[in-house]
């Protein structure tokens, strides 16, 4: 990523940190996909979601798919998206660390709040 991107998505961080709400954080890697969901009110990571736990892995092995794949987006999306359920998590900002919103950014985006607006 360009530096001027890196320094956008800090400042848009600055304006989740007045609104006090939770903020699920992508980071995206060659091989992997890490999602956060971090609360600027208690300043804490509440949960996380990543292709290489153990778990999700497995799911992927079974499939015979690889851990950047759009497939691994969906999963990882909706494991996410219970794990908010669970939690009771009613407001949410989706921040896209800088990332363009496209491929997979978006079916995360797509894959979370279509079950999160099927439950709430």
Known sequence: MKSSIKIKSKKNRKKYAYKNSNVIIINKTNQNIHLQIFSFSKKRILTSCSSIEKNIKSIFLKKGVKTNSF???YIIGKILAFKILSMKIKNVI???SGYKFHGKVKK????LFFFLKKKW
């Open 71 to 73: 497939y691994s987006c």
């Open 108 to 111: 995360i985006y797509d894959t």
């Open 94 to 96: 989706f921040d896209r």
